[in-house]
């Protein structure tokens, strides 16, 4: 059989190919020969064949046919034959496959050779691919070469036994006798990687972690070790760009920090060390700043004193004036951790971060925009808000909703003053009202109507803002609930804080109408704006009639939802007349009742509906007409009452009959649960109307109910708290809190309940459909339950939601109410 061709010759001819099929044809003709040779037991080329068929494996092809040939030239006893078995067995085996144990007694055999380069040929493989089982027995080996006096295998052993201590944590104790002189070593690379090893070691038992600081010592052998790198002289060969083995001072600042953090003693050893480092390292090149970035870390980490964590966080500002890119996300991504300890140092630094908002990378903006708003408080409120308006305006629109968010809560929690506050929030709705939470409309309308002295300048600047350009849906949104609110202070003029315009009141129905027609208004905002103009029905004199034609117009919409407001808003006007005014008189100050979304519907805008507070459509996936059905069907027998939500996003457009059916048993009168206007329901049971009163909704005493846990499961957990009404001891209200421990959102989520017919269910909207992941928020949703008879309390629920791509639903009875919220 004629000699193989080199590799060289076979990369040469490889690289000659044309195509891909031309290059896999030489590829399988050069296997088939490889194949024969391994079969005729061809020693003399051996070696050689499996070099080629390394470097095909390299290029993606497979080689596992050349796994055995590897062990027959491991256990050869040419150096040669043994270098390529070696690295064939790291690249073509690993422990998933049995072959490669039968290479352990080649290992251990070449463990305790005469030449210390088979040594290091054993040592680099097992580091590199060893099992638990090859690990156990050939520690005792790896553990003796660590004690040799030859530099070159105590560095290899060392790599090896951090990779035996990975696979077998409970070897680590057989090391510990050998790493007391290792950091005595002049040899850089035994020093480097002694420190990995004891780094490996420190990190995985607390134990080893205790021993290193009290009995070894080790903090101050390692304070020598950087010392003498600081101030040694040049040395070419640790020399990189002018500092003496930067990698070797990375590993030890590594290594302080594990034994500095939590252990005061070990931190004050270590604290000079680090302020020569972070002073005397040159930050010119790329090499110092790693070291400077590497000991900022370890003085963050450790209990430094307070002058040193001031000096680390002026280095990472220096980092945000560094034209590399890089270094400015590092010294970004920092400063956000240390922000929460060091608010003050990093206040310092403020122009420089409030600079790069500004900068053309979207990873270093985003950081940036993060850190603003981290170092948002009292005093800077203003300047900062200013700022963050004008990156508002101009970022692009995936940062819009996140900046908007944190927007919202700063000026929530620092607002020097309501009219500034209510400016800020306007501002960001004409900048960017598509963006929006859904939470965002509500909260406004709450704050406007908590800031009584700012009606008239509010409603003014809404007409202003919106009037010609109903583009932002979130503002008309609003303004559209406002000027129905405050249309007569509007049309008066009474606005003091600014020049006030003049309007009649059929401008005002102008700007109305044209917002329930503009082809850009949603159903939702619709609402908004027909809600409005009824409510001027009792602010507005000389318009009276013009508004009964508006209402019955859209009396026969094709919008359900507006046509079922019309009809409503009509017999209003036809047949309960008198009550009108009461019904629609202006809304009184409210309360916050949760932080997590809006307020109650019924308290917001004064009307009977949740519709007009969301700002998204119904998602139609949740749009069944059997879904009361498939309720009733799941709770089984007859003693339950259900209800399902009265949030838009899952009621069914063609439901009104059916939920009449379903709610029979609530001696209900009135229109469905979703009716969008406050018709003339005077038989229902007060509790029902209790958003509407002025009074305090809950006892003081309630305080004291336990909540409870409902359900947890997927991922999904539902929490329920307690109080008691003050208007009616017989009604409990639960809020349901809904969080989400996953790492992805779950969408279009539904909460449904049932109680038994004793009992009277009534569920208000959530605050959204969208549980955030990883806990980052909740869902609130509020029922009330009316016990008459003071019964033990019990409800059976129903979950829909998305996650993962997929539908969810889900069942569980509730039994475990406590006795405080029902007794």
């Known amino acids: 059989m004629p000699a193989p061709i080199r590799l060289r010759e076979l990369i040469r001819t490889i690289r000659t190919a044309r195509t891909q099929a031309e290059e896999r044809e030489m590829i399988q003709k050069e296997c088939a020969a490889i194949r024969s040779s391994f079969r005729e037991e061809d020693n003399t080329y051996r070696c050689r064949n499996v070099a080629k068929l390394l470097y095909m494996h390299m290029l993606g092809y497979p080689a596992h046919f050349g796994q055995l040939e590897c062990l027959k030239l491991i256990a050869s006893q040419k150096f040669t034959d043994k270098r390529i078995g070696y690295l064939g067995a790291m690249l073509l085996l690993d422990e998933r496959q049995d072959v490669h144990l039968l290479m352990t007694n080649c290992i251990k055999n070449d463990l305790n050779h005469s030449t210390q380069y088979v040594q290091g040929l054993a040592l680099c493989t097992l580091g590199c691919m060893g099992s638990s089982e090859m690990c156990r027995d050939l520690a005792g080996e790896v553990e003796k070469l660590l004690k040799t006096s030859n530099s070159y295998l105590r560095k290899k052993a060392a790599l090896c036994a951090v990779h035996v201590i990975r696979k077998v944590p409970e070897l680590m104790e057989m090391f510990l006798p050998a790493t007391k002189n290792l950091l005595n070593e002049k040899n850089h690379g035994v020093l480097h990687t002694s420190v990995v090893l004891l780094t490996e070691m420190c990190e995985r038992s607390p134990d080893m972690l205790a021993h290193f600081r009290k009995n070894e010592k080790l903090v101050p052998q390692l304070v020598r070790i950087l010392k003498n790198l600081i101030m040694s002289g040049y040395s070419p060969e640790h020399d990189v760009s002018g500092i003496s083995d930067p990698f070797l001072q990375v590993r030890i600042l590594r290594l302080l920090r594990i034994l500095g953090r939590n252990d005061d003693d070990s931190s004050e050893a270590m604290n000079d060390i680090l302020a020569q480092v972070a002073t005397n390292t040159e930050t010119s090149k790329n090499v110092g700043n790693a070291i400077l970035y590497e ?354 996003m899952s009621k069914p457009a063609s439901a009104g009959g059916e939920l009449l059916d379903l709610l029979g048993d609530l001696n209900l009168t009135g229109s469905p649960a979703s009716a969008p206007a406050p018709a003339p329901q005077i038989s229902q049971p007060p509790f029902l109307l209790d958003g509407l009163s002025s009074q305090p909704l809950f006892n003081d005493i309630a305080a004291g109910i336990p909540s409870i846990t409902a359900y947890s499961k997927n991922g999904l957990k539902i929490d329920f708290t307690f109080e008691r009404s003050n208007t009616n001891p017989s009604v409990t209200v639960i809020t349901i809190q809904a969080s989400n421990s996953t790492e992805l959102d779950m969408t279009d989520f539904v909460f449904q309940a049932a109680v038994p017919k004793t009992f009277q269910l009534q569920l208000l909207s959530p605050s959204s459909s969208v549980i955030p992941a990883f806990n980052s928020g909740t869902i609130t949703q509020v029922i009330k339950v009316l016990n008459p008879q003071k019964q033990q309390l019990r409800m059976r629920i129903k979950l829909t939601y998305n996650h993962k791509g997929s539908a969810m639903q889900d069942l569980a009875e509730v039994n475990n109410f406590p006795p405080q919220s029902w007794q």
């Open 295 to 648: 000991t900022v870390l370890t003085i963050m980490d450790i209990k430094s004193e307070s002058g040193l964590r001031v000096l680390a966080i002026n280095i990472l500002g220096r980092f945000l004036l560094n034209n590399d890119k890089n270094i400015r996300y590092v010294a970004l991504t920092s400063l956000l951790k240390t922000v929460q300890t060091d608010h003050n140092a990093v206040q310092r630094h403020r122009s420089t971060i409030v600079d790069c908002l500004k900068d053309l990378d979207v990873s270093i903006k985003r950081r940036a925009m993060e850190l603003s708003f981290a170092l948002v408080n009292g005093n800077n409120i203003r300047g900062m808000m200013k700022e963050l308006l004008y990156f508002l305006d101009s970022c692009e629109p995936e940062f819009k909703a996140d900046c908007a968010s944190g927007i919202f809560l700063a000026a929530e929690k620092y607002a020097p003053s309501k009219r500034w506050h209510i400016d800020t929030i306007m501002r960001v709705l004409t900048t960017a009202g598509s963006y929006v939470r859904d939470d965002a409309v509500p909260n406004l309308i709450q704050l406007i109507t908590n800031s009584m002295e700012m009606h008239a300048y509010t409603v003014q600047r809404l007409y202003k803002a919106i009037f010609g350009d109903y583009s932002q849906q979130s503002l008309v949104q609003v303004a559209s609930w406002c000027i129905g609110e405050y249309g007569d202070l509007l049309v008066s003029g009474q606005c003091e804080e600014e020049e006030p315009i003049q309007v009649t009141e059929d401008e005002v129905l102008d700007i109305l109408e044209s917002i329930l027609i503009s082809n850009m208004s949603v159903s939702v905002t619709r609402g908004y704006a027909l809600t409005a103009i009824m409510k001027l029905s009792t602010r507005f004199t000389c318009t009276v009639n013009r508004i009964k034609k508006v209402v019955s117009i859209y009396g026969s919409s094709i919008d359900v939802e507006l046509q079922q407001r019309a009809v409503e808003y009509n017999a209003l006007f036809k047949k309960y007349d008198h009550m009108r005014p009461a019904l629609l008189e202006r809304m009184p100050v409210m309360e916050k009742v949760t932080t997590n979304g809006p307020t109650e519907v019924v308290q917001t805008n004064g009307e009977t509906e949740p519709a007009v507070l969301e700002t998204k459509p119904p998602p139609p996936g949740l749009q069944p007409t059997s879904q009361a059905n498939d309720l009733l069907d799941l709770l089984g027998g007859n003693d339950t009452t259900p209800v399902i939500p009265t949030a838009p």
